[in-house]
């Protein structure tokens, strides 16, 4: 399933600097950056709990907040994109 990832993460201070980079780490080992604070995440269910709870193990709730939208199965066909940076098949082979 297809959900994409947003977080707001407050970095006036160096812990917050930390909390920022190990979401946006946990966010690519499964996903695509597509904004800065933006991930599209393929995941199966399991996973998705897994990685969730990561992420709001990782946050501190009274200054970072992180929203989910669960595109569902087939999410990549509620995806539009325009631009630069054309986004990567998460389905296909990753090569680097």
């Known amino acids: ?8 993460v407050s970095t006036v201070d160096v812990e917050g600097e930390k ?3 190990r979401i946006a780490k ?12 933006v ?3 393929e995941v199966e269910p ?8 990561k992420l709001v193990d990782i946050i501190d709730s ?13 999410g ?5 994109h325009i631009g630069a940076k054309r986004p990567v098949n998460l389905k296909g082979p990753l090569i680097f």
């Open 76 to 80: 990549e066909r509620r995806v539009e």
């Open 39 to 41: 991930f599209e995440v």
């Open 19 to 21: 909390r920022l980079r």
């Open 26 to 37: 946990a966010c690519r080992n499964y996903g695509q950056r597509v904004q800065y604070s």
């Open 46 to 53: 399991a996973t998705w709990v897994a990685l969730r709870q």
């Open 62 to 74: 009274d200054h970072d907040s992180l929203r989910f939208y669960q595109l569902g199965a087939h």
């Open 1 to 8: 399933m297809l959900i994409l990832v947003t977080y707001d």
